[in-house]
């Protein structure tokens, strides 16, 4: 299986991030200076106003604000950025419904799976 490469339009839409924040992203408007995707954060919890920031193409990724988009992680489901300034913090955004964690790569949650499996072989034969 190929890891699904996430391009520019799969962050389009509306997500909820791991901050508690409605994410919304659509196209930037003509002539604007920024990245080529729009984005809004706001807190339904906070009267603070709306955040903005850009999602940008580097050519080998995307970065949004002072986060990178680990690329192994993240899916049509579910974006994971990591933070550039602090090592270790990230923002998860997941569509609305997405209950699994995102934080594991494809090929980790078959590893595990098959390793699940494997235990779960030898534990059945021990039994007979």
């Known amino acids: 299986l190929r890891a699904m490469s996430v391009e520019l339009e799969t962050f389009l839409g509306e997500w909820k ?4 924040n409605d994410v919304s992203v659509d196209w930037a408007k003509a002539g604007s200076r920024g990245g ?8 339904p919890k906070s009267s603070r106003p709306p955040i ?3 999602v940008k193409s580097t050519g080998s990724g995307f970065t949004c604000g002072h986060y990178d988009l680990d690329t192994e992680k993240s899916s049509e489901e579910c974006i994971v950025w990591l933070d550039t300034r602090r ?3 990230s923002s998860v955004w997941k569509r609305d ?4 964690s995102c934080s594991r790569s494809r090929s ?3 590893h595990a799976a098959g390793k699940r ?3 779960q072989r030898r534990g059945s034969r021990s039994r007979s």
Do not use: I
């Open 17 to 20: 991030d791991s901050f508690g």
């Open 36 to 43: 080529q995707l729009s984005v809004v954060l706001t807190n």
């Open 52 to 54: 903005r920031l850009d």
């Open 87 to 89: 090592s270790g913090k």
């Open 97 to 100: 419904g997405v209950k699994r």
């Open 108 to 110: 980790a949650e078959r």
């Open 117 to 119: 499996a494997a235990r």
